[in-house]
């Protein structure tokens, strides 16, 4: 249950996220003195497909954790600043709000940004791009499938009463907007998608939980009135 908790509040809420990782940044700051944390081996997956003849492979990086902030960002940006160049990964905000970073560490499909150094020098942390999907380079998979997924289900409000645009709003009860708590969040990093069995298997046709979610986003908001046209979309 905690576990489902988090997942939801890490995955799907922006500014619990921000909260959550300006924390984490200041509280690991403050909880080692300088020169206590030791060096950190990465071990990141790298992969080149337009290279003739580069196969899939570990490259392992070291990294002085006295000298790099929190978050396995702040190792792979220090890595790729310092150290090799042609690393490649996607991030943006650094705040858990963008979805851009996701990637699998250690096993676990989550946000490179929110996700803490383990301290133990001792043990290596590996790295891969999100798994079952094509890989552009590094750690970026290729979203193409996941976005035309996501642009099926039409994740837009639709309405079959004409209505002149600025005549009047789109109004909701409190209730009414209450149950759209938790939907409308995603971020859409699709680490829940690619944690899926169902789209391990048949990934060209499941619609993955991203988008099966936005679904069920509209179909309850009381200002759509497009309900059965999209329930027979996924049939």
Not at 71 to 83: G, R, T
Request: aromatic letters at 8%.
């Amino acid at each position: 249950m905690a576990a489902s908790v988090y997942l939801k509040k890490s995955l799907l809420l922006p500014s619990y996220t921000a909260r959550l990782a300006s924390v984490r940044h200041a509280a690991a700051a403050a909880a080692a003195p300088a020169g206590t944390k030791g060096v950190k081996k990465f071990e990141v997956y790298r992969w080149d497909p337009e290279k003739k003849g580069d196969k899939p492979r570990l490259q392992t990086y070291e990294v002085d954790l006295n000298k790099c902030g929190p978050m396995v960002l702040d190792a792979l940006i220090k890595i790729k600043n310092e150290v090799d160049p042609t690393l490649t990964f996607r991030r943006s905000c650094r705040e858990g709000i963008c979805g851009s970073c996701a990637m699998n560490i250690n096993g676990t499909n989550t946000l490179a940004c929110i996700c803490k150094i383990d301290d133990n020098t001792a043990k290596s942390t590996k790295i891969y791009p999100l798994p079952h999907m094509y890989v552009v380079k590094d750690l970026v998979p290729d979203m193409t499938l996941f976005y035309e997924h996501y642009k099926s289900v039409q994740p837009w409000l639709q309405k079959k009463t004409e209505v002149k645009v600025g005549d009047h709003q789109n109004l909701q009860s409190i209730s009414d907007r209450k149950k759209l708590d938790g939907l409308y969040e995603c971020i859409l990093c699709a680490c829940c998608s690619t944690s899926c069995p169902s789209y391990w298997w048949n990934s060209n046709r499941y619609l993955r939980p991203a988008a099966l979610m936005q679904v069920y986003r509209w179909v309850i908001d009381s200002r759509d009135e497009n309900t059965v046209e999209r329930l027979k979309r996924l049939e």
